[in-house]
T-cell receptor, first 115, second 114 residues
Framework: AQKITQTQPGMFVQEKEAVTLDCTYD???????LFWYKQPSSGEMIFLIY??????QNATEGRYSLNFQKARKSANLVISASQLGDSAMYFC????????????FGTGTSLTVIP | DAGVIQSPRHEVTEMGQEVTLRCKPI?????LFWYRQTMMRGLELLIY????????DSGMPEDRFSAKMPNASFSTLKIQPSEPRDSAVYFC????????????FGEGSRLTVL
């Protein structure tokens, strides 16, 4: 079974609107971390936001927030007030101690912000 | 602070040649990961180390690929002999121990095998 599933290969959003990128995960661990990364066309991988499995509040970092629904095993990324520079690939990832603390990445979602 | 440093940034070589990619992780990080990224396969984990010891190399495509981490500040990924299908961007990344530590990526090494 896939550890991380991102079902949206491509998404479009109008500039200044909010967009939600979906991510579901699979683990039997109680302790785990969830991460989102951005990869612009220039190729670098940029860490955006982290959510721990024991965190009761949703993580936020500026215009990024993580909608964490533990029972549903979902960790959706919400980008508010989209900007043209948000156009990029977005990867969801999970890390769990039960499997040696390795990182599992989803297949990514390509976001295009339309002016 | 210096991030993860990879070299070379770009490599163009001919089929059959040996390729060595290098990585210097962030000082103090316990984990080092090698990933390969292509359009067809996306981001693939090749191998990762914990405290310089290889933990999981099941992602290494075949015997032509080898990776070493002789000390905490240096790792290499070697392809010998290289083939055109090895053309990809190879990322090195490092992190602290524990599931709360995020992964810090290098800028990647873009390999083209002709």
């Amino acid at each position: 079974a896939q550890k991380i599933t991102q079902t949206q290969p491509g998404m479009f959003v109008q500039e200044k609107e909010a967009v939600t990128l979906d991510c579901t995960y699979d683990t039997s661990d109680q302790s785990y971390g969830l991460f989102w990364y951005k990869q612009p066309s220039s190729g670098e991988m940029i860490f955006l936001i982290y959510q721990g499995s024991y965190d009761e509040q949703n993580a936020t970092e500026g215009r990024y927030s993580l909608n964490f629904q533990k029972a549903r095993k979902s960790a959706n990324l919400v980008i508010s007030a989209s900007q043209l520079g948000d156009s990029a690939m977005y990867f969801c990832a999970m890390r769990e101690p039960n499997t040696g603390n390795q990182f599992y990445f989803g297949t990514g979602t390509s976001l295009t912000v339309i002016p | 602070d210096a991030g993860v440093i990879q070299s070379p940034r770009h490599e163009v070589t001919e089929m059959g040649q040996e390729v060595t990619l290098r990585c210097k992780p962030i000082s103090g990080h316990d984990y080092l990961f090698w990933y390969r990224q292509t359009m067809m396969r996306g981001l693939e984990l090749l191998i990762y180390f914990n405290n310089n010891v290889p933990i999981d190399d099941s992602g290494m495509p075949e015997d032509r690929f080898s990776a070493k981490m002789p000390n905490a500040s240096f790792s290499t990924l070697k392809i010998q002999p290289s083939e055109p299908r090895d053309s990809a961007v190879y990322f090195c990344a490092s992190s602290f121990n524990g599931y709360t530590g995020e992964l810090f990526f290098g800028e990647g090494s873009r390999l083209t095998v002709l």
